[in-house]
């Protein structure tokens, strides 16, 4: 590794105003992530899962912190990928934290089609319609690698995925499961139906109540996620194969996107479980 960064260190570390980071600081932009075809990650365990899955094009390092991230580089080293040393000021730039971890690296886009995201026999889809925000973006990404589902489609005009805010709350898992976008809704549900998924919503009134449920929710299922502030729409909540409704017994008077989800998420993931090992 010291070798490699030998052959590869510039003269002095790059700074602010260094052209490879000027570009690169422009990724935080959804126009020129779409442009360039390449978002940012940043911090330890999300280049991690980036170099590990082969998604890295370069990487930036400061310059102080080069001795923290000793893995990390040396897994850029063996797939020739450029190390770039920066200064802290530099850093600052490429990082959207306000205690920048140190280490950010150019990656390729993970999005693909959803045919290819489902794959041929799907069991556990989180499909979040029209999400806005980032955080919940990445959270429901990292529920449902937790969960072991297959894929997240989101539908909708939502947040993108590879949004630095979003990136970061995945906390790596942007890279370990397939992710699809598509914007028409009708034509998610109906991928998600045609790769022979049942379609849950969750719904206060729902029909079928969760904790009684492990007969549906152990069949292949994509959970549709409404959008943080209005929900689903009802006309798509209704053309759901089940409504379903999360028992809330203390005085909460509804759950956020993110906790809906992992609660959902979980119920189905230990239906099929139970369901496996019967």
């Given at each position: 590794?010291a ?11 790059l ?9 690169a ?16 990650a ?45 200064t ?9 934290t ?11 886009p ?20 029209h999400?806005?925000d980032?955080?919940?973006?990445g ?53 998600l ?29 994509a959970w549709?996620l ?26 909460a ?8 989800a ?17």
């Open positions: 590794m070798e490699h960064l030998a052959r590869r260190r510039p003269a002095a570390p700074t602010e105003r260094t052209p490879r980071v000027v570009s600081c422009k990724l935080h932009r959804g126009a020129a992530r779409r442009r360039h075809g390449a978002f940012l940043e911090g330890a365990n999300a280049v991690g899962a980036a170099l590990a899955h082969g998604r890295v094009r370069e990487v930036f390092v400061a310059e102080s912190a080069e001795d923290r991230f000793t893995g990390e580089l040396a897994a850029a080293a063996a797939q020739q990928i450029p190390v770039w040393p920066v802290d000021r530099a850093m600052a730039g490429l990082s959207q306000v205690t920048p971890p140190g280490l950010v690296a150019v990656c390729e993970v999005t693909v089609p959803v045919a290819d995201a489902l794959g041929p026999a799907p069991r556990l889809v989180a499909a979040p319609v999400i806005a980032p955080g919940n973006t959270t429901v990404i990292r529920l449902a690698d937790a969960m072991g589902a297959d894929a997240v489609v989101f539908a909708g005009d939502g947040v993108d995925p590879h949004n630095g805010k979003a990136v970061r709350a995945s906390a790596g898992s942007l890279f370990h499961l397939p992710i699809a976008r598509e914007r028409d809704v009708g034509a998610a549900v109906a991928a139906r045609g790769a022979g998924l049942q379609i849950l919503a969750t719904a206060a009134d729902g029909e079928v109540d969760l904790d009684t449920a492990d007969e549906v929710l152990a069949r292949p299922t549709l409404g959008n943080e502030a209005h929900g689903l729409d009802p006309e798509l909540a209704a053309a759901a194969d089940h409504r379903v409704a999360i028992p809330i017994r203390g005085r008077e509804s759950l956020n996107l993110a906790s809906a992992a609660i959902c998420l979980h119920a189905s993931a230990r239906a099929q479980a139970r369901s496996a090992d019967r």
